[in-house]
């Protein structure tokens, strides 16, 4: 159904502007979304391509799918997508960018962390033919300098062990060409670490500075704890490394285990047994077996990663989608489809 959408939006387009799509994930941002909408559409009414807005309600608590009905019905630009619960970010983002028809496809936070007033800047490096075009940081106002330093060393180290290029200080919000977006359809791994996964499909890439304000209404949904399984979420996907690592921490502790030992059968020939070796028996005993833990904590990551991918399960559900109706050059009908979403949406 996607696909008849689509190829009608680029038949159409064609004979006109080009269609971008706005892809906005919200969880519990019934507050801030009606700011974000002024602002969002302030900026398309100024930009020369037809535009289409996917709210995606990612299981929202609050008033978050009422703000974005209320939205739909006050602009023909919008379009809801309401999973079926809280997938996450990264899986909310995912179903946007499915169901999104667009020429060039912007991802924006709902939260207004991420200028909506930088898009016309993202379509004009798309346009002098990026396709991926990602914001970069330049400043992180409103965040700890805990946070600031913790996100400055996760990009340094990633960096360093992975064989993807993961850009440092970027958010997902990014435009991406029309065939990165198909690229990017195509990995539908469960673990879904967004900014490798972005890097990955490569093509042109191009950074666009920006200043990050603060989150203009509600909390922020991370938490420490949920940082630090986004850091092993793209560590473990994108490298093997800390396997190897584990190997050579093996190596490294059973050499010198083995050194000790010898130097233990040395002494004792030479000097006898003047006290028995309790102490550094316990040392020894105790080392190795954290090492050996630490090393299987290591394995467990990867094979249940392994065993949530065995599982193959669809990415998400979708309890309803209701595409915008665009109004292009007066084709409405051959892109509105049934507001219906079935199984080949996903
Ligand atoms: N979000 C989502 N599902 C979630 C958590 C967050 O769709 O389970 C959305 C949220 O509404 C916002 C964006 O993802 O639009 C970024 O979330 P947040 O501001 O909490 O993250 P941060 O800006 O701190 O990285
Ligand atoms: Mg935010």
């Not at 083995?258 to 102490?279: D, E, K, Q």
Request: a neutral charge; charged letters at 25%.
């Amino acid at each position: 159904m996607k696909d008849d959408r689509r190829a009608a939006a680029q038949a159409v387009a064609l004979g006109s502007r080009g269609l971008l799509s706005v892809v906005v994930p919200a969880y519990n941002e019934a507050e801030g979304l009606p700011e974000l909408h002024r602002r969002l559409s302030a900026v398309l009414d100024g930009v020369d391509l037809d535009a289409e807005i996917l709210y995606v309600n990612d299981g929202s608590r609050d008033a978050t799918l009422a703000v974005m009905e209320d939205l739909r019905r006050q602009d023909g630009r919008v379009g809801i997508v309401d999973l079926s619960r809280n997938f996450g970010k990264e899986i909310a983002m995912t179903a946007g960018l499915d169901l999104a028809g667009g020429d060039a496809v912007v991802v924006i936070d709902a939260d207004l962390q991420d200028p909506p007033e930088l898009i016309p800047e993202l379509i004009r490096h798309w346009r002098a033919g990026h396709d991926v075009v990602y914001a970069k940081r330049e400043f992180r106002e409103g965040e700890t300098w805990i946070k600031r330093a913790t996100a400055h060393l996760f990009y340094r180290l990633i960096r360093r062990v992975s064989r993807v290029a993961i850009p440092s200080d970027t958010g997902d919000f990014r435009l991406l060409s029309r065939r990165a977006v198909d690229a990017l359809k195509q990995l539908r791994e469960q673990h879904r670490f967004m900014k490798g996964l972005f890097s990955w499909i490569g093509y042109s890439q191009h950074a666009v500075p920006y200043r990050r304000d603060p989150r203009f209404a509600g909390q922020t949904k991370w938490n420490y704890w949920k940082l630090w399984n986004f850091a092993i979420e793209g560590i473990t996907s994108f490298t093997v490394a800390p396997l190897k690592l584990a190997s050579y921490l093996g190596v490294i502790v059973s050499v010198s285990a083995f050194l000790y030992i010898v130097y233990m059968v040395v002494s004792t020939l030479l000097r006898g047994n003047p006290v028995p070796g309790y102490p550094s028996l316990m040392s020894v005993v105790l080392f190795i077996g954290g090492v050996q833990l630490i090393c299987l904590g290591v394995i467990g990551e990867y094979l249940g990663r392994t065993f949530n991918e065995v599982k193959a399960r669809p990415l998400y559900l979708l309890n309803r989608f209701e595409p915008a109706e665009l109004d292009l050059a007066g084709a409405t009908n051959a892109v509105s489809p049934s507001g219906d979403a079935t199984d080949d949406d996903r």
